[in-house]
């Protein structure tokens, strides 16, 4: 045990998280089994994703960093360094497949020391999606299109994983019983552990021959087009969940989840169902009052302006905000009046109001409201 994590990413002792995924992604792009056939870097692969269980999750890192790396391989298992990690995700993003069939020699092995082999025969993964909005879409409600990366029911053996007209038999690798003993190399040294049976993923049965195009896991990724209605009021965090369009298994196929956030808006800024816009308006409406135009979601509205409005003073456009989500009301619109005050006057322009300060100066107490001169 000489290697630490921080030496396996490369990485400093202070660096950011940011930097730490930024690195991994790198080290998992180059490392993964599907791109790199050599053993060494299968192993560097391991360690690669061990380190980045730990350093990338804030809570593992804290606690690594207070034990150092025999303190912290004494509170924690690989199991526990592994648990809610989810490197289906990473992998997905990345591009890269993380459903090894037995076609990869040694890299299934991988995934069931890593996952201890529970996953093979869980129901399919769920999915995040992440989904930006304009305020205008949240404020009406969308339809929106999106390409989802997921494992689909094969189409050739309908899910089921044999060559269609293919025999079920017993699994060969595990002689029926869908688990495995096996000693695995981790970072923490040799450990037996017992998983569940890569070929047969635990059912203890398989078929004479795979499904040709799934190689009998009778799922295939592919990237679909999914449409989805969002309706008015989501706000940021907000998950959508679309029952079975996760990835497919024979098990139940799991759900995707749409996580809304929103892109900030030029004008507007939101508070719960209410939008707040600041509006500058010239001096001398602020002082005679009259008609101005202000923007509003769905385009501009004309108002009209008091006599002596003041700075700061907040009008409300009731029901002019955001639809609120699974109502029938909306929220307001509210308008921070600016005055404008201009810096660059005419010679005639400075006259008037020269003038006019001579005037409200001699009639003290009249004029003491416009105190802004
Ligand atoms: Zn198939
Ligand atoms: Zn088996």
């Known amino acids: 045990m000489t290697d630490d994590y921080y030496s396996i990413l490369g990485v400093p002792k202070d660096a950011t998280q940011d930097q730490i995924k930024k690195v991994y992604r790198e080290l998992a792009l180059k490392l993964h089994p599907d791109r790199n056939k050599s053993k060494d870097a299968e192993e560097q692969f391991k360690k690669v994703n061990e380190a980045y269980a730990v350093l990338g999750d804030p809570e593992k890192r804290k606690q690594y960093d207070t034990y150092g790396p025999a303190g912290f391989g004494q509170r924690y298992s690989e199991e526990d360094i592994f648990r809610g990690f989810n490197f289906d995700d990473i992998f997905r993003d990345l591009g890269l497949n993380i459903n090894f069939g037995s076609d990869f020699s040694g890299s299934g092995d991988i995934f069931s020391s890593m996952f201890g082999g529970a996953r093979a025969q869980n129901r399919g993964r769920d999915i995040l999606h992440n989904l930006t909005l304009t305020l205008e879409e949240v404020a009406e409600g969308t339809k929106k299109e999106m390409s989802i990366k997921h494992i689909k029911r094969c189409p050739k053996c309908s899910g089921a994983g044999n060559e269609p007209g293919s025999r079920v038999i017993k699994c060969p690798k595990c002689n ?49 087009k999914v449409e989805v209605q969002i309706p008015p009021g989501v706000s940021d965090g907000m998950r959508l969940r679309l029952e079975g369009m996760g990835d497919f298994s024979q098990y139940g196929s799991g759900d995707l989840y749409i996580e809304i956030s929103t892109k900030e808006h030029r004008i507007f800024r939101r508070e719960g169902d209410d939008i707040h816009a600041t509006v500058r308006v010239p001096f001398h409406t602020a002082i005679l009052g009259g008609n101005i135009t202000v923007p509003t979601l769905k385009g501009t509205k004309e108002i009209t302006l008091d006599e002596g409005t003041q700075q700061g003073r907040k009008i409300v456009l009731k029901g002019e ?53």
Do not use: W
């Open 176 to 224: 029926g019983s869908g688990r495995i003993n096996k000693v695995a190399n981790t970072f923490f040294g040799r450990m037996q552990v017992v998983t569940t049976c890569d070929l047969c993923a635990g059912s203890g049965k398989t078929y004479e021959r795979k499904c040709s195009a799934c190689g009998g896991r009778g799922g295939v990724i592919d990237t679909e």
């Open 321 to 373: 905000g955001i639809k609120r989500f699974r109502s029938n009301s909306s929220g307001d619109e509210i308008i921070s009046i600016e005055i404008d005050i201009p810096t660059h006057l005419s010679r005639e322009e400075k006259d008037i109001i020269s003038r006019f300060r001579e005037l409200d100066e001699s009639t003290k107490g009249g004029g003491k409201k416009f105190r802004f001169f």
